[in-house]
């Protein structure tokens, strides 16, 4: 049998390898927060880690129709390459999504992208030279991280509260900032329904943000993909809406209105920056896919395209409220969480001393998985918080995958009270109160950098 | 050639690590013309063995039920020959609180520990021996789960305040946890095989983290983040006594086949102490016993053929 033998098997070909790759490639880290992860996707696990919008909802019987129609009606065009901008009916099936959360916009300023996440990516590769600044939130999506570092951003995290980001801390931070001579060149931020946080930025920090922008001329990245998952509450003007799109750059998806599976997203930036990631798409990708363009104008065109929403909307806010109620009953009374109006996810921070990386590997005994609050900052913070995902699982795994978590919980709480000699908590006793939206002052974490001995593979 | 089943990935926190062991192995394998069974352990791990009838059980698992005697078992009731160490070396180095006392047994010079399993704490109040235990340890002192093989839960205590934190972390790994002097010095690897006339040491790998990187162990995963020295540059006096030590430590354990010493050369002294012995080393690209092996002149494809034809029957 010939068989070529796989490239870079020795330790001395990768030594090889590594000496080719850029630079910036130091920030692009595999972890051993990954691996453990990477267990989290065994079937026996409840993962309450995931962000995954729940795909078995879809009925299989609009799924089959919508192929059928793509493939009777525009089988030629769906699988040939299209406009890097997007199809011009998906364009302005993103006009319609957008008006429903009270933003005109003109279809000729939409490009359409593979994902949401392409959007941060095309964002940085337009803006970013090395070192340049990136304003993120404290805690801010795992996923936008990775980008950033590929494009050796220097990320500034500010940290949130109940109503968002804190913008006095935004201001002071980009006064500091300024005299050092950094210069900023955007903030990215999630307003509505924060990943992790689940919380909610206010009105008038929204108003201020804006005003920032505009005053200081920086770039404000506004990622929205769950604006439209409110459960309860008014809804809140976007920044892009009360911007009018002068410094706004809009980020919108399908993942979680339709299907992540589609990988559609889109952009609305101003004329010259979107003409600048229009030319990035086309090096990246040359164009997102048509086959599922044509899928989502076919969905489009065959009824309400938010009947599908209304049913989310039930089905997720129940699961929210179950997970509320599980908080209650089975974390000890030393653990606080945030009230989502929306979304998909609760933080929740335990006591200082639990650390929530080891907690997940004693977690993942008891067959449950959620993500360890680490993940969402730069700087090492984040040690003692966690991040819930209430859409993805039903509504008993997450009453039981809650149980599990909690009781693990408590029994670090008591193991801890058993060491230091303090009162030992009262394990099981439901927490006296409504889950707590006072996320404020539990988001500052020390920054204690993790001492771990040094191992060998 | 032989019917080889890999056994690889299954439940343990390692399981990613284990995974790209086995991939490696495997391709291995089949080059060198075996014919080949990739099994990811799990419910059905017994059924598939039966199945597939392997002449030999390669086991590339890491960490819990792969290197501690769980699959060993197994395979033992099941007749089917598999690499590495019986299950008796493997329960004894797996846990590293039985490993240790074996070793301070035996006159190897180990660093100095405690160790106390979760209901010490909690019912016959081992909290209050805490003191005494810091005072004859000193600071800073290292926190570790008795029965995790990575780095994960390891922690440094730098002050009274720091340990009951550290061992929250450490019981999230393990019933038992063991608190250990720092040994201040040079992190050196020792991989052991046997060979004709016995087990041999193969050349010492240094593992020399780059500064900032000093206590994270997620470095390890990574190209560039720690350098590897191999040979470490060591006296010859230094490597000789290094590598009798880690054959000592290997013979005490009663393993065979290949294992992995972990040696700390202290700066202050001179001295060496064995950490642990890793019954089942990781055998990814970046992996240790792998990197030793080719600085002996053995590429991998011979490394894991030895390893199977020591575990064959007719070299038993």
């Not at chain 1, 299989?60 to 009777?72: G, I, N």
């Not at chain 1, 304003?135 to 801010?140: K, M, R």
């Not at chain 1, 570092?149 to 935004?170: C, F, T």
Request: negative net charge; hydrophobic residues 40%; proline residues 6%.
């Amino acid at each position: 049998m010939t068989r070529r033998e796989t490239p870079g098997t020795t330790t001395r070909q990768l030594e090889r390898y590594a000496g080719l790759f850029a630079g910036r490639t130091r920030g692009m880290r595999s972890s051993a927060m990954r691996d453990l992860m990477a267990i989290t996707e065994r079937p026996e696990i409840i993962s309450l880690a995931g962000g995954l919008p729940d795909t078995s909802t879809f009925p299989p019987e609009s799924y089959a129709a919508l192929m059928q129609t793509v493939a009777a009606e525009s089988c030629a065009r769906a699988l040939q390459y299209g406009p890097t901008e997007g199809l011009a009916v998906v364009r302005r099936c993103i006009q319609q999504v957008m008006a429903a959360e009270g933003m005109t916009i003109d279809s000729d300023d939409v490009l359409v992208t593979t994902g949401g996440q392409q959007v941060i990516d095309l964002l940085c590769k337009t803006l970013i030279d090395p070192g340049d600044v990136i304003v993120a939130e404290a805690p801010t999506y795992p996923g936008a991280v990775p980008a950033f570092s590929a494009y050796e951003a220097d990320v500034v995290q500010i940290e949130v509260d109940r109503d968002g980001m804190r913008v006095d801390d935004l201001e002071q931070t980009l006064d500091r900032l300024e005299a050092e001579g950094r210069r900023p060149k955007f903030i990215y931020t999630i307003p509505n329904f924060q990943n992790p946080a689940g919380v909610t930025m206010s009105l008038p920090r929204r108003e201020r943000v804006v005003r920032i922008a505009r005053e200081r001329e920086l770039i404000v990245l506004e990622d929205n993909p769950y604006g439209l998952l409110r459960y309860e509450g008014e809804r809140l003007p976007t920044l892009f809406e009360l911007d009018g799109g002068d410094f706004v750059v809009y980020l919108g998806t399908f993942s979680k209105i339709l299907s992540p599976g589609v990988r559609l997203g889109w952009t609305v930036a101003p004329r010259p920056i979107l003409e600048k990631m229009n030319i990035g798409k086309q090096s990246a990708d040359l164009c997102s896919s048509s086959m599922t363009q044509h899928f989502v104008a076919a969905y489009f065109d065959a009824g309400p395209w938010d009947k599908y929403l209304r049913s989310l909307i039930e089905i997720y806010q129940r699961r929210r409220d179950v997970m509320l109620d599980a908080l209650a009953e089975h974390f000890p009374r030393e653990s606080e969480w945030t009230h989502p109006h929306g979304g998909l996810f609760i933080w929740a921070t335990l006591p200082g001393y639990i650390n929530t990386t080891d907690l997940l590997a004693r977690a993942l005994q008891d067959n449950v998985a959620f993500v360890p609050g680490r993940a969402a900052f730069v700087d090492g913070r984040g040690g003692s918080s966690m991040r819930l995902n209430f859409s993805g699982v039903n509504e008993d795994e997450i009453r039981e995958g809650i149980r599990r978590i909690g009781a693990v919980v408590s029994e670090q709480v008591s193991l801890y009270g058993t060491l230091t000699g303090a009162h030992p908590a009262p394990a099981q006793e439901p927490a006296p109160r409504e889950a707590d939206p006072d996320l404020a002052e539990v988001l500052q974490l020390p920054q204690r950098p993790e001492r771990a001995k040094r191992a060998r593979p | 050639m032989s019917r080889v089943a890999v056994l690889q990935g299954g439940r343990s926190l390692e399981r990613q690590v284990s995974l790209r062991s086995g991939a490696r192995v495997q391709d291995a394998l089949e080059r060198l013309g075996h014919e080949v069974l990739g099994l990811d352990v799990g419910h059905d791990l017994v059924e598939r063995l039966r199945e597939g009838e392997p002449d030999v059980a390669f086991v590339a698992l890491h960490g819990r039920d792969g290197e501690d005697g769980t699959v060993q078992e197994l395979l033992e009731a099941l007749g089917i020959p598999y690499t590495g160490s019986r299950v008796s070396a493997c329960i004894r180095s797996a846990d590293k609180v039985l490993a240790k006392h074996v070793m301070r047994d035996a006159g190897i010079p180990t660093p100095d520990f405690h160790s106390f399993n979760e209901t010490a704490f909690k019912e016959l109040g081992a909290a209050q021996a805490l003191g005494a235990i810091e005072e004859r340890l000193e600071f800073p002192i290292v926190v570790k789960p008795a029965g995790q093989g990575s780095a994960l839960g390891i922690k440094f205590a730098r002050t009274p305040a720091d340990v009951p934190t550290a061992l929250v972390a450490a019981f999230s790994y393990d019933r038992k946890v063991l608190l250990e002097r720092h040994v201040h010095g040079r992190d050196l690897a020792i991989s052991v095989l046997d060979g004709p006339s016995g087990p041999e040491a193969l050349p010492i790998v240094e593992a020399v983290p780059r500064e900032e990187d000093f206590y994270d162990f997620t470095a390890r995963y990574e190209i560039g983040r720690t350098r590897f020295e191999c040979p470490a540059q060591l006296d010859d006096a230094v490597a000789a006594r290094a590598r009798e030590v880690a054959l000592e430590a290997y013979g005490a354990l009663g393993c065979s086949g290949f294992g992995r010493v972990d040696v700390m050369l202290e700066e202050a002294t001179g001295d060496l102490f064995v950490l642990e012995l890793n019954p089942i080393p990781g055998l990814t690209e970046t992996s240790l016993l792998p990197q030793a092996a080719e600085a002996a002149g053995l590429a991998f494809a011979e490394l894991v053929e030895r390893i199977v034809q020591l575990a064959l029957p007719v070299a038993r």
